[in-house]
């Protein structure tokens, strides 16, 4: 298949992992957010100025990076690595729904692989796309060592504005990626992208948090130093600021860390999505909600699910 992409960036970057040591917390932030109520956002479309890029062919347009790419992702793809657990039973389920669709499919977001690779080993072909080369670095290199360099094509480009060229049976943008988008016109991109690379009644599978306020009031300004298992050499000494603006649905996590003698700094910021909200933009943006679980287990969702775990079909 041959993939073209109109790359460009806009704004915001951020991911989330477990800890694990089994308390959930974002990479970066919380994740440890169970969702009772929340609010309605009003939807309204704007402009998003995308940067035109062929990097189907390997050449990518000069682009702007997110802070919060700049300053984790791209500094620290063997860190996220190391201590990106995911949600139990992402790798399975969104394993599952690619082998039922027969493929090919594409994943936004694809970081370093911990999903796409077990998807391309269990016989899928899939296209998986990241805004982040070095993220994708690590990603060659892992699936090559698994077999699967040619099952599992990786390319650099933009969930807002990514193009293929013969619409997929399925799109998925696991471990909350979607939550990268920190704008209204930048998570309505991303949607209508996915609804233009989608065969007639193709699937698109996401999964977020799902967001307790009262976690947030908790989180607010909040402070912490943990240490993450990290290669031979044993631990990384990370510094956590957390900070948390309601209004805007953002929690950016202010990261330091002590990586072989030196330190770096890094941020990462999410925007939160409630229920609702997601519902209207996957409406508004030509999807049917077939299901909403509450974990990647199956588990329906209801007040105390942590996660919400969408599957939609395209309607239109
Ligand atoms: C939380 S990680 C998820 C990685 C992988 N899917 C997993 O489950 O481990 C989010 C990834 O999304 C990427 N990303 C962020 N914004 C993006 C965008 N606008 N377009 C494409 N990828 C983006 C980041 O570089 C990062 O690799």
Known sequence: ?????????????????????????QCGGISDWHVRRFWHRGLRASSCPSVPAEVGSGSVAPRRYPDAVNGYYRL????????????????????????????????????????????????????????????????????????VGSTLRLVEGDM?????????????????AFLHNLEDADQLETLRACHRALQPGG???????????????????????HYEPFDAAGKVEVHNDFDIRPARQTVTSKLRWREGGAIHRGSLTLRYVGREEMEALLAATGFEVESLFGDCLGSPF???????????????
Do not use: K, Q
């Not at 041959?2 to 308390?23: E, F, H, P, Q, T």
């Not at 504005?161 to 997929?168: I, N, Q, Y």
């Not at 209801?302 to 239109?316: F, N």
């Open 1 to 25: 298949m041959v993939l073209s992409l109109v790359g460009g960036v806009c704004r915001g970057c951020v991911g989330i992992a477990d800890r694990s040591d089994g308390a959930r917390d």
């Open 76 to 147: 620290a793809p063997a860190l996220y690595d190391e201590t990106a657990r995911g949600v139990p039973g992402d790798i399975e389920f969104y394993r599952d729904l690619a082998v039922a669709s027969g493929g090919p499919v594409v994943e936004l977001g694809v970081g370093t692989g911990r999903i796409a690779i077990p998807t391309a080993a269990a016989g899928v072909e899939v296209i998986g796309i990241d805004l982040v080369p070095e993220m994708l670095e690590v990603a060659r290199t892992r699936a090559e060592a698994a077999g």
């Open 160 to 176: 807002r504005s990514f193009t293929v060229e013969m619409p997929v049976p399925l799109v998925t943008i696991p471990f909350r």
């Open 203 to 225: 699937r698109l599978a996401l999964n977020v948090f799902n967001p307790d306020l009262s976690i947030a009031r908790r989180w607010a300004g909040r402070s912490e130093r």
């Open 302 to 316: 209801g007040d105390h699910s942590t996660e919400m775990v969408w599957v939609a079909r395209r309607s239109s």
